[in-house]
């Protein structure tokens, strides 16, 4: 693979170009079908979960946490995301337009006015959105 990089802006498309390298030089395209890939990547949150395990709530910043603990926690949340990209480029799903485009259908999904401090499904808001409007922003307890 070509030289790591760093103190650079990284983006999906370089993340993709790079593990494209990298599987190409092993000979490793071969194992790559999309099923073998999500699989890989299946494994690898279940690698993330164990670090989680059993901790508990953990604050924001994990300030509590080792720095050795937070760079195991780096290493598993990047082989997740490089299995994710792989898994993108294999599939032809060009990762950084789905993401833009799910963002955008999400924010109307869960738009501001509804759902601001609310952890409620957006089918759960979409259902009450005639309530919300008709009670000045706020659902009719009674219902």
Not at 25 to 46: C, I, K, T, Y
Not at 120 to 135: G, L, M, V, Y
């Amino acid at each position: 693979m070509a030289e790591v990089v760093e103190r650079e802006e990284v983006t999906l498309q370089k993340l993709k170009t790079m593990m494209a390298d990298f599987a190409k030089e092993r000979d490793w395209d071969q194992f790559h079908s999309p099923r073998n890939l999500l699989l890989a990547m299946v494994g690898e949150v279940g690698e993330l979960s164990e670090i989680f395990q059993w901790k508990g709530e953990v604050p924001r910043g994990l300030p509590d946490w080792k720095d050795e603990e937070k760079q195991h926690l780096g290493e598993e949340l990047s082989d997740v995301l490089l299995y994710l990209v792989r898994l993108a480029d294999i599939c032809g799903i060009d990762l950084g337009k789905a993401v833009l485009s799910k963002l955008e259908l999400n924010a109307k999904k869960y738009p501001v006015k509804l759902c601001k401090g609310s952890s409620r499904k957006h089918t759960e808001i979409s259902c009450c959105e005639d309530d919300f409007n008709e009670n000045g922003g706020k659902e009719d307890p009674t219902k």
